[in-house]
């Protein structure tokens, strides 16, 4: 069998005969769970709260998601650009000169 850890246990309800276990496989999601299909006296229920609460789903969302927009290259009156390695240009030249100039150091405190 499937060895069951402690810190998979999530609800544990004796009395009314329900466990709930966490797989750290799954992506914590509303409603993204696994059951077996040989389980039809889980499947059934859950199904049924499934389609009772799915009305309610997106406006219980709303309230979790961030209020952060869509990522986008492109801002309405802003001239502004995500930075690429390409723009840093004129900072490999910079890092070039500084390099150079403490090996040449360097070699000068070597020779003297």
Do not use: H
Not at 2 to 13: K, Q, T
Not at 25 to 41: A, N, T
Not at 71 to 90: G, M, Q, V
């Amino acid at each position: 069998g499937i060895a069951l850890f402690r810190g998979d246990v999530l609800v544990f309800n004796r009395r009314e005969k329900q466990l709930f276990i966490a797989d750290k496989m799954l992506y914590r999601r509303p409603f993204s769970f696994m059951i077996s299909k040989k389980r039809r006296d889980l499947v059934e229920p859950l199904n049924r709260a499934v389609a009772l609460t799915s009305t309610i789903y997106p406006r219980t969302m709303t309230r979790y998601i961030a209020p952060y927009g869509v990522y986008s290259k492109k801002i309405d009156n802003i001239e502004a650009l995500p930075l690429k390695l390409s723009n840093l240009d004129s900072v490999w030249f910079f890092f070039a000169i500084c390099a150079a100039a403490i090996f040449i150091e360097f070699i000068v405190e070597l020779i003297v």
